[in-house]
Structures are given as C-alpha cells and as structure tokens.
C-alpha cells in the first residue's frame, strides 16, 4: 500500500505541473488529501490506549500495534510537511 508521504508528493508534482485547465483541481486534490491526513493523525493521536489493550493477547501484539501507530503518525505528519513546504494550506 501507498504512504500518505508518497502520495502527496505525487499530488504536488501534478500541482507543480502547469496545466490551465487541470491547476484548480490538482490544488483541490491536494487540500483534501492534506486535509483528510490532518483529520487521521488528530485520531490517531487521541486514540485511547484502552481500545488498543482490549484488543491484545500479549506484549507481542501491543507493541506491534503501537509501531503500526507510530509509523502511520510519522508517515502522516511527513504528508503533511510536504503539503506546507509547498504553500498548500
């Protein structure tokens, strides 16, 4: 599967890319990925360490799910970086 990071860049260079007819819509895309990886890493950051613990059967299984957290809320925050060096809101 895509990271967000991969995605937006690919977003970003179709923006970058001059185009009359399409700029509006690229810019578009990329302030609705930008915002919906907002969203998911605010979840993510909240997301209550009890639900996680309900759903384990060991210390295997917390520490597995904790990375998969943590890589997703690097991954997200690089998605957005990449949006806000390029000016996109």
């Known amino acids: 599967m895509e990271k967000e990071s991969q ?3 690919e977003n970003v260079k179709e923006y ?3 185009n009359p007819w399409g700029r509006e819509a690229d810019l578009e895309i990329c302030e609705i ?4 990886c907002q969203r998911f890493l ?3 950051e909240k997301f209550p360490k009890h639900i996680i613990l ?3 059967d060991g210390n295997k299984t ?3 799910l904790n990375k998969l957290k943590d890589d997703k809320i690097e991954d997200l925050k690089s998605a957005i970086k990449v949006y806000k060096e390029e000016g996109i809101k």
Do not use: G, N
């Not at 990925?33 to 919906?36: N, T, Y």
């Open 54 to 56: 309900s759903m384990l």
């Open 7 to 9: 995605i937006a860049k």
């Open 42 to 44: 605010e979840f993510l």
């Open 62 to 64: 917390e520490r597995f």
């Open 33 to 36: 990925h930008l915002e919906s």
């Open 16 to 18: 970058r890319t001059y």
